[in-house]
């Protein structure tokens, strides 16, 4: 009989309970003992472990976070960190991990297979950064929790003439700011990297569109950006308080991280629980199981690890035109 252990790690994502579920049921239904790690690969390092069975994954598949907890851990990037979560799996006879989270925690994984622990990942984050799949649990709510806010916010900004400044998460990837602004409307999108952006140029832009006859405007910014979403209002207020539009900063934060997880999520993260099962019921190890083509597909973590996805350069032509 196998005995498997799961954990969540890095930052929560809506969508990760159901993943928990669908390994802990998967495992179960195979005759498997699962076991559920506390708080990421702290709770792995300081033997925080607990038994998981079916009561304890039920009703969790619409709860947004994690049952499990999680936690960023820099420990387990030194070699002795790695021994006392080998020191873990060992002292409970656990076959395999399953690690749920991004690109660190990805990383982490890879670590840990390189020394021997038989390890399969299920991309989890919001960024939507990760190589090996086409989306991660997470993105579609929290892309939609944006756009949710965006959409109010233009109702509000119509009314007085306002142009709104909406910063979104997503780190240095940007792939949140980049969709929200196409599918929000945005007259403009700031995203990392743009290092040439300038700043008056945007300003003439958007009192262009007051000209016009707008009633609002929308600059959608990432917050991994040289022009984010403090320092482009600061810049537009000191700089150019002539736009026409009242300038006005809104950051959603981490409320794109909350909420209970969208229809894509609790599937996207059911199928990504349940292939990771499959996996290890193949002898596979050493691989993240993510989406490609739609299928369910295994992307070795050595070439995940320390990597991250770029950004879709159609899709960002795609805003440069939308926006004019």
């Known amino acids: 009989m196998k005995r498997v252990a799961v954990l969540t790690s890095g930052g929560d994502a809506p969508g990760m309970n159901a993943a928990v579920r669908a390994v802990v049921k998967a495992g179960l239904a195979r005759g498997w003992q699962m076991i559920g790690i506390m708080q ?13 069975g079916y009561r304890d994954v039920g009703g969790i598949i619409q709860q947004g976070g994690t049952i499990l907890g999680s936690s960023r851990c820099p420990e387990l990037r030194t070699e002795a960190g790695r021994q006392k979560a080998i020191q873990t799996l060992s002292q409970h006879s656990i076959d395999a ?6 690109n660190g925690s990805q990383t982490g994984a890879y670590e840990l297979s390189r020394m021997g622990v038989r390890v399969i990942g299920i991309g989890s984050t919001i960024d939507n950064d990760l190589v090996g799949s086409e989306m991660t649990i997470g993105v579609d709510t929290a892309l939609n929790i944006a756009l949710e806010a965006i959409d109010r916010l233009k109702v509000t900004a119509s009314s007085h003439h306002r142009a709104f400044i909406v910063e979104v998460m997503g780190r240095e990837c940007g792939y949140i700011a980049l969709v929200a602004g196409i599918t929000g409307g945005a007259e403009a999108v700031v995203l990392p990297g743009d290092g040439s952006l300038d700043p008056d140029a945007l300003a003439l832009h958007l009192h262009e569109c007051y000209s ?6 929308l600059v959608v910014v990432a917050e ?3 022009w984010n979403g403090r320092k482009l209002a600061s810049y537009f207020h ?4 002539d736009l026409g539009f009242e300038m006005r900063l809104t950051i959603l934060g981490h409320v794109q991280r909350g909420g209970s997880p969208g229809a894509f999520d609790r599937l996207l993260a059911s199928r990504l629980g349940a292939a990771a099962i499959e996996r290890l019921a193949a002898d596979e190890q050493g691989v993240l199981v993510g989406l490609a083509g739609g299928r369910v ?3 070795p973590l050595a070439d995940v690890a320390g990597r991250t996805k770029p950004l879709d350069l159609s899709l ?3 805003a440069e035109i939308l926006a004019k």
């Open 316 to 318: 960002v032509e795609l």
């Open 40 to 52: 990421g690969y702290v709770g792995l390092i300081a033997n925080d472990v607990t038994p998981l």
């Open 212 to 217: 016009l006859g707008k009633r609002h405007a």
């Open 297 to 299: 597909e295994a992307t």
């Open 97 to 102: 991990l399953v690690v749920i989270g991004g």
């Open 238 to 241: 000191e700089h150019h308080s």
């Open 224 to 226: 991994g950006a040289h």
